[in-house]
């Protein structure tokens, strides 16, 4: 033993199992305090370490239990004074510490001896156990040059608090482990979940001094538009950028064109049934594609199709008037004309609009001969490219294409796409879907795929070369309901990982996604909405780690989430929880971890927290560091609220910009 350690020794070990240790705390000891050569220790709150020596290594145990008396011995007549009895501690072995510098490592190769000294850990042995000493290194230059400025650092650890159990100790998470795997933040509402997310992102972000954290890239699901005031502050010109867009379901805000929905996403928000709606369903979206396509072979293919759709329009067995059939065809040679099927065509007949027939004899048999000609053997239609098109062209290409399956002797058809066609055209109706809607202008100056992504994800191109704009990116979703929030989370989620996966070199460019209340869009149980965002996001949990794509969960309801996603998360910062089956849950998801360990988890204090994972060896009970400024997700103070002089305006008129309380008309609008 160093001579050192004589002075830190707090007790004696008195009893030495395989699981548990007893260690008798020198007489006199007071509140279980000690006074030690550095500073005042108190050595028995429970979760704290101790160090007994063992040969050339320290064993480090935690504290489970304290007690005024050995169980173990018999009581030997009246104890008068408490203060000077006995006193005992219940300690685990943990794992092994080298006394002249090392790792620390889990478990216990050498017992101590009985007598044994316990000490108190000292902060730099603290960092050893955790892992978290040198918490500054030298930054590298690209490709491993030399940095610029030479002499600008990086993080390797974060502080994320301060510890309750031992005094001041700062609690580290070390970078590549924590950001390097799927996170998630639990707790009960009010419990501290949202200011933890900002702190630990003020912390990572403002950072003073070269280098700053321009690499990173966090896209915030906000769904209940609480994180602009935290994290906006965070911008400095030429540090880090932060952008605010606002998903308001209107074409002012966040706008998702709909060709970049992937064909199963169609499938799943307008409900097509596999054995009848899919079919025409995929016939429509490829249709999309086809009637803007000018090319000799996909030009026969259309003149096939119009063909094919014309003759069966005249065929008169589809139950719509001559008029209407008519118009359909004249809809058909309007908006997709040839060079051999067009208006010029039908009119050498004559055709009768208001009646929707042909003035001569023979001229409806002498218009379908020469329509005939371009209908060709063995064409196959092509498939959903996700070529830009207007919205009001899928209704008529769904139109289309029921036409096309009748003409093949689908008689039915129609009445079974019917649901279908119903669902499209609430899509098309519905206001909170217009961010969804492109017109047939818009599709013109609309962004390419990649443009779209580069701007989400804060890139820019500068040249032959791509840098970063923006660090944070806070997708607003506060003013839509949760149908909307799951469709554009899981295919904005399903482009990243798309990019990712397409990018070459792999896993160079890590997307961190920040899913706020993700209970809402990420179940347990399959979703009572058409798009399911789950099943995107359990891919990207169980995939997403090697492409350089995770997931940062916020949730106040463990048992509701996606269990395949909270299998994957390799860190969790645990806040206080009550529910039963919420404890349950985690209990199952973290078998390492103690029953002594989560016991805490229903009295943590606010803003208070249990971290475990990859990024500290051992879990540890912390207060998180102060998030200034503060996410917009305070408690409601109602005693403020209730109690004040009469007339005094209420502040839900002003926070929706009416002056007048009593203007039925503004808060109508204010509502809409």
Same mark, same amino acid.
């Given at each position: 033993?160093?001579?050192?350690?004589?002075?830190?020794?707090?007790?004696?070990? #008195?009893?030495?199992?395989?699981?548990?240790?007893?260690?008798? #705390?020198?007489?006199? $000891?007071?509140?279980?305090?000690?006074?030690? *050569?550095? /500073?005042?220790?108190?050595?028995?709150?429970?979760?704290?370490?101790?160090? %007994?020596?063992?040969?050339?290594?320290?064993?480090?145990?935690?504290?489970?239990?304290?007690?005024?008396?050995?169980?173990?011995?018999? !009581?030997?007549?009246?104890?008068?004074?408490?203060?000077?009895?006995?006193?005992?501690?219940?300690?685990?072995?943990?794992?092994?510490?080298?006394?002249?510098?090392?790792?620390?490592?889990?478990?216990?190769?050498?017992?101590?001896?009985?007598?044994?000294?316990?000490?108190?850990?000292?902060?730099?042995?603290?960092?050893?156990?955790?892992?978290?000493?040198?918490?500054?290194?030298?930054?590298?230059?690209?490709?491993?040059?030399?940095?610029?400025?030479?002499?600008?650092?990086?993080?390797?650890?974060?502080?994320?608090?301060?510890?309750?159990?031992?005094?001041?100790?700062?609690?580290?998470?070390?970078?590549?482990?924590?950001?390097?795997?799927?996170?998630?933040?639990?707790?009960?509402?009010?419990?501290?979940?949202?200011? $933890?997310?900002?702190?630990?992102?003020?912390?990572?972000?403002?950072?003073?001094?070269?280098?700053?954290?321009?690499?990173? &890239?966090?896209?915030?699901f906000d769904v209940n538009g609480e994180y602009r005031p935290a994290l906006e502050p965070l911008a400095k010109a030429g540090r880090i950028g932060v952008e605010r867009v606002v998903?308001?379901?209107?074409?002012?805000?966040?706008?998702?064109?709909?060709?970049?929905?992937? #064909?199963?996403?169609?499938? +799943?928000?307008?409900?097509?049934?596999?054995?009848?709606? +899919?079919?025409?369903?995929? $016939?429509?979206?490829?249709? &999309?594609?086809?009637?803007?396509?000018?090319?000799?072979?996909?030009?026969?293919?259309?003149?096939?199709?119009?063909?094919?759709?014309?003759?069966?329009c005249f065929r008169g067995a589809d139950g719509d008037s001559p008029v209407a059939k008519f118009q359909r065809v004249v809809s058909l040679l309007q908006k997709y004309p040839t060079?051999?099927?067009? #208006?010029?065509?039908?009119?050498?007949?004559?055709?009768?609009? =208001?009646?929707?027939?042909?003035?001569?004899?023979?001229?409806?048999?002498?218009?379908?001969?020469?329509?005939?000609?371009?209908?060709?053997?063995?064409?196959?239609?092509?498939?959903?490219?996700? &070529?830009?098109?207007? *919205?009001?062209?899928?209704?008529?290409?769904?139109?289309?294409? %029921?036409?096309?399956?009748?003409?093949?002797?689908?008689?039915?058809?129609?009445?079974?796409?019917?649901?279908?066609?119903?669902?499209?055209?609430?899509?098309?109706?519905? /206001?909170?879907?217009?961010?969804?809607?492109?017109?047939?202008?818009?599709?013109?100056?609309?962004?390419?795929?990649?443009?779209?992504?580069f701007q989400l994800l804060g890139l820019k191109s500068e040249g032959d070369r791509v840098i970063k704009r923006n660090q944070i990116i806070i997708l607003d979703m506060n003013d839509?309901?949760?149908?909307?929030?799951?469709?554009?989370?899981?295919?904005?989620?399903?482009?990243?990982?798309? +990019?990712?996966?397409?990018?070459?070199?792999?896993?160079?460019?890590?997307?961190?996604?920040?899913?706020?209340?993700?209970?809402?869009?990420?179940?347990?149980? @399959?979703?009572?909405?058409?798009?399911?965002?789950?099943?995107?996001?359990?891919?990207?949990?169980?995939?997403?780690?090697?492409?350089?794509?995770?997931?940062?969960?916020?949730? =106040?309801?463990?048992?509701?989430?996606?269990?395949?996603?909270?299998?994957?998360?390799?860190?969790?910062?645990?806040?206080?929880?009550?529910?039963?089956?919420?404890?349950?849950?985690?209990?199952?998801?973290? @078998? *390492?971890?103690?029953?002594? !360990?989560?016991?805490?988890?229903?009295?943590? @204090?606010? =803003?208070?927290?249990? !971290?475990?994972?990859?990024?500290?060896? +051992?879990?540890?009970?912390?207060?998180?560091?102060?998030?200034?400024?503060?996410?917009?997700?305070?408690?409601?103070?109602?005693? /403020?609220?209730?109690?004040?002089?009469?007339?005094?305006?209420?502040? %839900?008129?002003?926070?929706?910009? %009416?002056?007048?309380?009593?203007?039925?008309?503004?808060?109508?609008?204010?509502?809409?």
């Amino acid at each position: 033993m160093r001579s050192d350690d004589r002075k830190r020794a707090i007790g004696k070990v #008195m009893s030495v199992a395989a699981d548990r240790f007893v260690v008798e #705390m020198h007489a006199g $000891t007071d509140n279980f305090t000690f006074v030690g *050569f550095d /500073d005042v220790h108190y050595v028995a709150r429970l979760g704290s370490f101790l160090m %007994i020596p063992a040969q050339s290594e320290y064993v480090v145990v935690e504290v489970v239990g304290l007690r005024e008396r050995d169980t173990g011995r018999p !009581v030997e007549g009246p104890d008068f004074d408490r203060a000077g009895s006995p006193k005992f501690l219940d300690v685990v072995p943990v794992g092994m510490l080298p006394a002249g510098g090392g790792t620390f490592r889990f478990g216990v190769s050498v017992f101590p001896s009985l007598y044994a000294d316990a000490l108190y850990a000292l902060d730099y042995e603290l960092d050893r156990i955790f892992e978290t000493h040198s918490p500054v290194e030298p930054s590298k230059g690209l490709n491993g040059a030399a940095s610029t400025p030479t002499d600008a650092n990086r993080y390797r650890v974060l502080s994320i608090g301060k510890s309750v159990i031992f005094e001041d100790y700062e609690v580290k998470v070390r970078i590549d482990e924590f950001f390097g795997g799927h996170v998630a933040i639990l707790g009960n509402t009010g419990s501290g979940k949202s200011c $933890t997310v900002a702190s630990v992102l003020q912390s990572l972000f403002e950072k003073p001094d070269e280098h700053h954290a321009r690499g990173a &890239t966090f896209v915030v699901f906000d769904v209940n538009g609480e994180y602009r005031p935290a994290l906006e502050p965070l911008a400095k010109a030429g540090r880090i950028g932060v952008e605010r867009v606002v998903l308001d379901g209107t074409k002012a805000g966040f706008r998702l064109p709909h060709w970049f929905l992937e #064909m199963a996403e169609w499938e +799943l928000l307008l409900q097509a049934s596999e054995k009848t709606q +899919l079919p025409v369903l995929r $016939t429509a979206l490829g249709l &999309t594609s086809l009637l803007r396509d000018n090319s000799p072979a996909a030009l026969e293919i259309k003149e096939h199709f119009i063909a094919t759709c014309i003759v069966e329009c005249f065929r008169g067995a589809d139950g719509d008037s001559p008029v209407a059939k008519f118009q359909r065809v004249v809809s058909l040679l309007q908006k997709y004309p040839t060079a051999n099927l067009n #208006m010029a065509l039908l009119n050498r007949f004559n055709p009768n609009f =208001q009646y929707g027939n042909f003035a001569g004899p023979n001229s409806q048999e002498d218009f379908l001969a020469q329509v005939r000609v371009r209908v060709r053997e063995d064409i196959h239609l092509p498939s959903y490219d996700q &070529t830009p098109f207007a *919205f009001d062209d899928l209704e008529e290409c769904v139109d289309f294409a %029921i036409l096309y399956e009748e003409a093949h002797g689908n008689r039915q058809i129609r009445d079974y796409c019917s649901s279908m066609v119903t669902r499209l055209k609430s899509l098309k109706d519905r /206001d909170e879907y217009a961010f969804l809607r492109h017109t047939e202008a818009e599709v013109a100056t609309a962004s390419s795929a990649i443009q779209f992504l580069f701007q989400l994800l804060g890139l820019k191109s500068e040249g032959d070369r791509v840098i970063k704009r923006n660090q944070i990116i806070i997708l607003d979703m506060n003013d839509v309901e949760d149908e909307v929030v799951e469709l554009v989370s899981s295919v904005t989620a399903r482009m990243f990982f798309k +990019l990712l996966r397409r990018a070459d070199p792999r896993n160079r460019f890590p997307i961190h996604l920040l899913l706020e209340e993700a209970h809402r869009y990420i179940g347990a149980t @399959p979703s009572r909405y058409a798009v399911d965002a789950t099943k995107g996001f359990e891919r990207i949990a169980k995939e997403g780690r090697k492409y350089g794509m995770f997931v940062l969960i916020a949730s =106040q309801r463990p048992s509701e989430l996606s269990k395949t996603v909270l299998s994957q998360c390799s860190n969790f910062v645990v806040h206080r929880i009550q529910n039963p089956d919420d404890l349950s849950q985690i209990r199952q998801m973290t @078998p *390492f971890i103690s029953d002594a !360990v989560l016991k805490r988890l229903p009295s943590l @204090p606010k =803003q208070h927290a249990l !971290v475990f994972g990859t990024s500290v060896n +051992l879990p540890t009970t912390f207060k998180v560091r102060e998030a200034r400024p503060r996410p917009h997700s305070d408690d409601t103070k109602i005693v /403020d609220l209730w109690f004040h002089e009469e007339g005094r305006p209420t502040g %839900i008129g002003l926070s929706l910009g %009416i002056a007048d309380g009593d203007d039925d008309e503004d808060l109508d609008q204010a509502i809409a």
